[in-house]
């Protein structure tokens, strides 16, 4: 049976680690959520080491500057795994080849070609338009409020050709304050159901959550074998990828299933029981908000 708290000091002190999203949890693709902010600077302050996993496509360096003009301050995390940086890495591994179609906003998106240090002997990645390419490297829509549907036709070229598409996030949908916004997993989804093969590197698949661990395992009075929470609002990323990976999980029902859940500042226990009977997914604990 989930568990609804009130806020996470209820249950912060069973744990060393959180890992949080960040939209949905910390803010709203517009500004941060303050009660959040606060939650994560408390946990630091008695210790607990936060680790942002997001499913952004940006490196965790324009992750961090994008949320600190949002209002989210420095010492509210301790360390940023983004879906970007896992997916630029299998880039410039050449998981998709070096001629590659992009999908994005630009110069929005841009950063995701910056060079990685981290890979020796890097593929030389060239963007190319799609009757050249050997891969589709896909950080999102070209517009995030059209239908997905708009792009089945270049789709069905690309999976003719046998062309895979990386995909930089796997999010399906954000709320960028009351406006939704398709993401990159959404054009995933579709290309996978018209046949064609599209890689994934966020939530909730493991390599975020790998990168996620060694960002933690690089930060200083980090027990051995530390317990760590996850904490999300997306029930098919957040709160499957971390159950995945046998964390116990903060389920934030006030984001994508707040209209689901009746969230009104906190959840309908019967709305939420049967939200989560539907997806088949028990979690220990859920709160509204973050806070």
């Known amino acids: ?19 949080v999203d960040l ?26 080491k936060v680790v942002l996993v997001t499913n952004s496509p940006r490196p965790w360096d324009s992750v961090a500057r994008q949320i ?17 940086d896992s997916a630029r890495a299998a880039m410039f591994r050449g998981a998709v080849g070096a001629k590659v179609w992009f999908m994005g906003e630009s ?26 390419a050997e891969g589709i490297v896909c950080c999102g829509p070209f517009d995030p409020l059209a ?41 995933a989804q579709l290309y996978t159901e018209m046949g064609g093969e599209s890689l994934y590197f966020g939530k909730p698949h493991p390599p975020i959550y790998d990168l ?10 980090v027990p051995s074998d530390p317990r ?3 904490i999300g609002d997306g029930i098919g990323t957040d709160v499957s990828g971390g159950l995945q990976e046998d964390l116990d999980v903060l389920f ?25 009977t539907r997806h088949e997914i028990s979690v220990p604990y859920a709160i509204g908000y973050l806070r």
């Open 147 to 187: 239908d997905v549907d708009v792009n089945r036709s270049q789709f069905l070229y690309a999976k003719q050709k046998g062309l895979k598409l990386l995909c930089a996030n796997p999010d399906i949908v954000v709320d960028r304050g009351e406006v939704r916004e398709w993401c990159a997993g959404a054009l």
């Open 252 to 276: 934030i029902t006030g984001g994508l299933a707040a209209e689901e859940t009746k969230t009104n500042g906190q959840p309908d226990p019967a709305a939420l029981d049967g939200f989560l």
């Open 212 to 221: 996620a661990r060694r960002r933690l395992s690089a930060l200083t009075d």
């Open 107 to 132: 110069p929005r998106d841009d950063d995701f070609f910056k060079p990685l240090k981290i890979i020796g002997n890097p593929v030389d990645i060239q963007k190319v338009p799609l009757d050249q």
């Open 68 to 84: 600190h003009d949002m209002g989210v301050p420095e010492d509210a995390w301790d360390a940023i795994a983004t879906s970007g």
């Open 23 to 48: 939209w949905g949890c910390m803010h709203n693709g517009i500004a941060a959520f303050p009660e959040a902010v606060a939650a994560m600077q408390g946990f630091r302050a008695k210790g607990g």
């Open 228 to 230: 760590i929470i996850a």
């Open 1 to 19: 049976m989930t568990r609804i708290i009130d806020s996470f000091a209820d249950i912060s002190g069973q744990y060393d680690v959180a890992f």
